[in-house]
């Protein structure tokens, strides 16, 4: 099978799509939303501060030497990051960003 042009290869490409579509129905498929991260579990993390703005958090952690931060939002969580070589003060500033949206996920 071959195919002349872009256009040929466009309807070819919906044909496939709606056979995909027909297939999930008839099988009762749909797609899901993608399961929320979980923390990294860290037996010996430390929990240093908490901030909070209506239903944003941000925690500023310690492990292993390096100041991070841990996101949730409607006590879901968002995210983890960890600074190496940076500071708790820049943790914590990056905890409040957070919770004010200055910073987003």
């Given at each position: 099978m071959s195919y002349n042009n872009i256009e040929d290869v466009m309807i070819k490409l919906d044909d496939i799509e709606k056979k995909i579509d027909r297939f999930m129905k008839f099988n009762n498929i749909s797609f899901t939303k993608e399961p929320d991260p979980k923390p990294i579990y860290k037996h010996n993390i430390k929990t240093l501060s908490t901030y909070v703005n209506?239903?944003?958090?941000?925690?500023t952690i310690y492990y292993k030497g390096k100041f991070?931060?841990?996101?949730?939002?409607?006590?879901?969580?968002?995210?983890?990051?960890?600074y190496k070589g940076k500071s708790e003060a820049y943790a914590e500033d990056a905890a409040e960003n957070y919770v004010l949206g200055v910073k987003t996920v």
């Open positions: 209506g239903d944003l958090r941000a925690e991070g931060i841990q996101m949730f939002d409607n006590n879901e969580f968002v995210g983890e990051e960890f």
